[in-house]
């Protein structure tokens, strides 16, 4: 599959994109992250490895992209390991001090990551949002589920529209 080696492959069943998620050991115990999609998102995956190298290049906190490419079950790529706690099962362990503090830097990370540019020739902010809010809405209205006060927040979006206009892309 890759240049590495691995002698491990532990399936990660956790997340909510559709590619396959691995944590693979090679012979010196170094743990790293494998992603195999399928080899029809060829450009999307490269495109979407190539934008997690910008991002690592600002020295944000990541899995650093280390290898990319295609194999028998599909495209992959290979990316540092970082050993942690899902935050989606331990952030009721955390004090809201902690809560506020790491929301605080992650915003901050996501701010640097702003910097980059979206690629030329990328519809417009504006005109995607609203398409985008547009199914939301509609979405909701064919739901036959409804919260109570529902419509004071489709209200808010459509008065609040304009506030796109003029909007750069970013990643």
């Known amino acids: 599959m890759a240049q590495h080696e ?3 492959k532990q399936l990660i069943d956790k997340g909510w994109s559709e590619d396959k998620k691995y944590c693979v050991t090679d012979e010196q115990g170094n743990k790293f992250l494998l992603r195999v999609s399928p080899i029809e ?16 290049a600002l020295g944000v906190p990541m899995c650093i992209p280390l290898e990319f490419g295609t194999s028998d079950e599909g495209v992959y790529s ?3 390991w970082i050993d942690g706690v899902d935050v989606e099962e331990d952030v009721h362990n955390l004090t ?5 503090s790491y929301g605080f830097e992650a915003g901050k990370i996501l701010k640097e990551i702003h910097k980059i540019p979206a690629p030329q020739g990328i519809e417009d902010w504006e005109i995607y949002f ?4 547009d199914h939301k809405i509609k979405m909701y209205e064919e739901c036959p589920i ?3 006060n529902g419509q004071a927040f489709i209200d808010y979006i459509n008065a609040h529209r304009y506030l796109l206009g003029g909007c750069p892309r970013t990643y």
């Not at 999307?44 to 490895?49: A, D, I, M, T």
């Not at 809201?96 to 506020?100: N, S």
């Not at 609203?130 to 809010?133: I, V």
């Open 146 to 148: 409804k919260y109570e």
């Open 130 to 133: 609203n398409r985008k809010a």
């Open 41 to 56: 998102q060829y450009d999307r995956k490269k495109s979407e490895y190539e934008l997690m190298s910008q991002v690592a």
């Open 78 to 80: 290979i990316q540092t």
């Open 6 to 8: 691995f002698i491990t």
């Open 96 to 100: 809201c001090e902690e809560q506020y």
